[in-house]
């Protein structure tokens, strides 16, 4: 419920910003004109900040001015922040062009220090998610001033580690098979069950009710894991096609409802396994932006594909995500995977482990 807010409102100059360059450990100093005051008793924070949008060497460890609260906004002491395709996409310049330089994190996790009043006291442990990171300063940072509307009080049988990962995965996966128009003895498929989206809906489909709850991977090691997990309905796309495991599961009927994540190939095969009526939810292209799509299939069964954008979900919509996200988490019915953390100066690592290390699980930062 919070965003990130600017340090004070009167000019003052010459302040000094330090970064390291993690690339080559140098350490270089810079002189910038914030244009704000300085105010008795004002610390400094820590951040990630892309100094450009080029790639991993972008991502700049700076000591920036610590937030303050103010009018909507709650100041949290970021404990943990997710890692998210979507942060790789803006460092690479793939995304919109936003203002540089720009602290990355979409989401994280961690403490009220001010601003929370009743609903959140100080030392309440919260999640949040929103547009940080991506059109305003994000989570990778130690203080963040957020929307009080993107709060959600953490549960107290999950982490702190775990909490970060868990907003932007689930609340896609949440608002997304209610677009779709799932309930309980639907067959859903959402391939890629190492990813935060494909594991979420997997998960959350499976405690709310559906028939199928139906992944897949390319791995054969995932696939095992996955086992080992408890997803027993999981497609080794590596033996076999995705259109083929489907069938062989719901006994040739198909999905009622497809997320896909990954784009490419995935998503042009996936819409092959639709069943008569059913439907597809594009959200990502993890594999690829381009796809091709053999349109009788969409004809033929009348199915249909629609696109997804959380940033444009009304809030309403997102307050009752939150609402029965952290209902079935506090019940145990759900539960995020971390495959690795990382400390807050090693944020490009933990992405290009993301990216190039395909874990299984969340990557988290710990700050």
Not at 190 to 203: D, E, K, L, R, W
Request: aromatic fraction near 6%; charge should be neutral; include cysteine.
């Amino acid at each position: 419920m919070t965003c990130l807010v600017k340090a004070g409102t009167q000019p003052f100059r010459d302040r000094g910003v330090v970064w390291i360059d993690i690339n080559n450990l140098q350490v270089a100093a810079q002189r910038l004109d914030s244009g704000v005051t300085r105010k008795k008793g004002r610390i400094n924070m820590r951040a990630m900040r892309a100094e450009k949008f080029s790639g991993y060497e972008a991502l700049k460890l700076v000591e920036l001015p610590k937030p303050m609260v103010s009018a909507g906004r709650v100041l949290v002491r970021i404990t943990a922040a997710g890692v998210t395709p979507l942060d790789h996409t803006i460092l690479s310049g793939d995304f919109h062009i936003p203002e540089k330089p720009l602290i990355l994190g979409n989401e994280g996790a961690g403490v009220v220090e001010g601003g929370g009043g009743a609903d959140f006291p100080a030392g309440s442990r919260v999640m949040f998610w929103g547009t940080y990171g991506a059109f305003e300063d994000g989570t990778y940072c130690e203080w963040i001033a957020v929307r009080k509307e993107d709060l959600c009080l953490i549960p107290d049988n999950v982490d702190d580690v775990s909490a970060a990962g868990i907003p932007v995965a689930y609340l896609t996966a949440q608002v997304a098979l209610t677009l779709a128009g799932f309930h309980p003895g639907k067959t859903v498929l959402a391939p890629a069950i190492g990813g935060s989206v494909g594991n979420a809906v997997t998960q959350l489909a499976r405690a709310l009710g559906a028939k199928h709850a139906v992944s897949s991977t390319t791995s054969h090691a995932k696939a095992e894991q996955a086992k080992a997990l408890g997803f027993n309905e999981v497609i080794d796309t590596s033996v076999e096609k995705l259109t083929d495991g489907l069938r062989r599961i719901t006994d040739g009927y198909g999905a009622d409802i497809i997320i896909d994540g990954i784009g490419g190939e995935v998503l042009s095969e996936a819409v092959k396994a639709l069943a008569p009526g059913g439907s597809l939810i594009t959200l990502g292209y993890s594999a690829s932006r381009k796809t091709t799509i053999d349109v009788t299939s969409l004809i033929v069964s009348q199915t249909s594909i629609r696109g997804f954008n959380m940033f444009s979900q009304p809030q309403a919509i997102v307050a009752d995500a939150w609402k029965s996200t952290a209902s079935l988490l506090q019940s145990g019915a759900i539960k995020p995977i971390v495959a690795k953390t990382f400390p807050l100066v090693e944020a490009a690592a933990a992405l290009r482990y993301l990216v190039e290390g395909r874990p299984f699980g969340r990557v988290v930062l710990t700050v």
